[in-house]
């Protein structure tokens, strides 16, 4: 299994531009989210989906769509980017649920706005 | 705003001794769990906890979870350089477990 893959790893955007993060997983997991990591701010989330057409806002959702087609894939839209998202993305995917083990993480896209 | 609190945000320490990691949060949770970063890396899961659960233990990890003051503790015995890495605490907001909520993460350094 290659688990939790995010594309691309990194990303140099003009301010104005727009860009889709992808994220895909082969474990079957019904929820997945995206988060985005600062600098001294921790782990923020942005989307979140807990199945194939369901998808929710987190707690930065501002500037960013996301869309869950299929239970493998949910990318991230910005659709006009800013210096402010300038950051790491990580996406994540757990089956959820009362059995709920924990997430796991792609190993994350840098993206620098400028 | 960020749920959980990890405490202290640096501790460096020498290889072979004991690591402890706190974590505080503001509201009711399902389960709360640990994660770990190395540098420049994605997060690994390393251990959930659930509400009705006190105490989980991992290899090296021992976990303790005391909802009355809305607090976990993460132990890290005899602890080695390749633990060197930054530690976050992560719980629930609803039911189940879609919305993960991570704190500001506690970066431990083990010296050789």
């Known amino acids: 299994n290659a688990g939790v893959t995010q594309t691309p790893k990194f990303q140099v955007l003009k301010t104005g531009q727009s860009m889709t993060l992808q994220c895909a997983q082969d474990?079957?997991?019904?929820?997945m989210s995206w988060y985005r990591q600062d600098p001294g701010m921790g782990l923020r989330l942005i989307h979140y989906s807990v199945g194939a057409g369901i998808t929710d806002q987190g707690e930065v959702p501002n500037g960013y769509n996301v869309s869950r087609s299929t239970t493998e894939d949910f990318p991230l839209r910005l659709l006009s980017a800013a210096p402010s998202q300038t950051s790491v993305y990580f996406c994540?995917?757990?089956?959820?649920?009362?059995?709920?083990?924990?997430?796991?993480f792609g190993s994350g896209t840098r993206l620098t706005v400028v | 705003s960020q749920q959980g609190e990890e405490d202290p945000q640096a501790l460096s320490i020498q290889e072979g001794e004991n690591a402890t990691m706190n974590c505080s949060y503001k509201?009711?949770?399902?389960?709360l769990q640990w994660y770990r970063q190395n540098s420049g890396r994605g997060l690994v899961h390393l251990i959930l906890?659930?509400?009705?659960?006190r105490e989980k233990h991992s290899g090296r990890l021992r976990v303790t979870l005391d909802t009355s003051k809305k607090s976990s503790s993460l132990l890290i015995t005899a602890s080695r350089a390749a633990d060197t890495a930054s530690y976050f605490c992560a719980t629930d907001l609803s039911g189940g477990s879609e919305k993960l909520v991570f704190g500001k993460g506690t970066k431990l350094t083990v010296n050789p």
């Open positions: 509201t009711s949770i399902n389960n």
């Open positions: 994540a995917s757990t089956y959820g649920g009362p059995d709920n083990y924990g997430y796991t």
């Open positions: 474990m079957n997991h019904e929820y």
């Open positions: 906890i659930r509400s009705n659960e």
